[in-house]
């Protein structure tokens, strides 16, 4: 309960990062959530991947919308700042926070209920204007909080615990991502922390709009015989593109795989993306590539997971706008105001 605190005193023994913090010094509160609830691995790879970046805690900006999967981010990095908007408005305070301040490091995490219903249109719009975050959906394909009815992400065909069938189309998020110009996209499995917690590192060293699609089993409500989101049909159907190797730009590149088996991704930071072949031939840089993979998927019902769809070269809304280097809410008066003359000018030609 979030009453219940958790003791301060850690063991001595653990290690700690570059940072000179813990994996425990990158935890939140105690989870109110279901036992069992998919949200809850999630949120135990943010803490993973947090730590492994030796980020410091007040650097990250964690926002989210309303639902479940909304209040995964109390659970996790506890020290840093948090924002929870209304419902499905999350992305816009987003935008609006990382105009201010571009030097945190920001992460969205919301639901299927909250940015594919009431948030689709703010979801879209974050994504085609490239705001440098890290936009997490927890997708269990049900409103959870309400009882169980499907969301706008359930599959076609799919049965409700109540054994109803779902007649509707379902929205694909990670389509609607690449579509609306993210340029890093992936898609994982809430039990696979082997592939989500690289997945979660690359995404937050990604310069421009990053989103993952996570499958996580509502425990409650979505995870019975006839759902495609439970957790026994996503591990039978699970369709691994790849499995991704993130390595920082300030650390030594070596390997010691096959040649043939990797396939290398330069991002311009220098940091490396190496994805290790599963089977196929697949080239993530290449959108039309993904979309029909993606869709090939869909058609013979598998969940397809792993790195879908990279920019090598992205640009985020800074340099889309070509804003200043340092965070906008540093500027005093004689930075913003230009001076008479040139507000003169300005009006000029305005006339």
Do not use: W
């Not at 974050?126 to 309400?146: D, F, K, S």
């Not at 409500?221 to 996503?234: E, L, M, R």
């Not at 930071?269 to 869909?298: N, T």
């Amino acid at each position: 309960m979030t009453y219940i605190a958790k003791p301060r005193l850690h063991h001595p023994s653990l290690v700690k990062n570059k940072a000179g913090y813990t994996r425990r010094d990158y935890e939140g509160a105690v989870s109110t959530l279901c036992a069992g609830c998919g949200h809850d691995s999630i949120s135990a790879a943010i803490i993973q991947a947090c730590y492994e970046l030796d980020i410091l805690p007040h650097q990250v900006a964690k926002l989210s919308g309303i639902g479940c999967s909304s209040k995964s981010p109390t659970y996790f990095v506890g020290a840093s700042h948090g924002f929870n908007t209304v419902h499905g408005r999350m992305p816009s305070v987003m935008t609006g926070a990382n105009l201010a301040n571009r030097d945190l490091i920001y992460m969205g995490v919301s639901g299927d209920g909250d940015s594919a219903s009431i948030g689709l249109g703010q979801f879209a719009h974050v994504m085609r204007r490239g705001v440098n975050m890290t936009y997490i959906v927890m997708n269990n394909g049900v409103y959870g909080l309400t009882k169980g009815q499907f969301s706008a992400t359930a599959d076609k065909g799919s049965i409700s615990k109540k054994g109803v069938a779902n007649s509707d189309s379902s929205i694909d998020m990670v389509s609607l991502a690449i579509l609306m110009g993210a340029t890093f996209v992936g898609r994982s499995f809430s039990g696979d922390k082997h592939q989500l917690v690289p997945l979660i590192k690359a995404a937050m060293d990604h310069k421009g709009a990053a989103f993952l699609d996570v499958i996580s089993p509502c425990v409650a409500f979505n995870n019975h015989p006839g759902s495609t989101k439970s957790y026994d049909y996503v591990r039978e159907h699970n369709e691994a593109l790849n499995r991704i190797d993130f390595i920082e730009s300030r650390e030594e590149i070596t390997t010691s795989y096959e040649p043939g088996t990797t396939k290398t991704v330069q991002q311009h930071d220098g940091s490396i993306l190496r994805l290790r072949k599963l089977g196929e031939d697949y080239d993530p840089s290449d959108k039309v590539s993904a979309m029909k993979r993606i869709q090939e998927g869909m058609h013979a019902g598998e969940v397809v997971t792993g790195l879908l769809y990279v920019d090598p070269v992205p640009s985020d809304l800074h340099a889309n706008l070509n804003t200043v280097d340092v965070p906008l809410n540093t500027l005093n008066a004689p930075e913003l105001c230009p001076g008479t003359s040139a507000l003169d000018k300005i009006n000029a030609s305005l006339r």
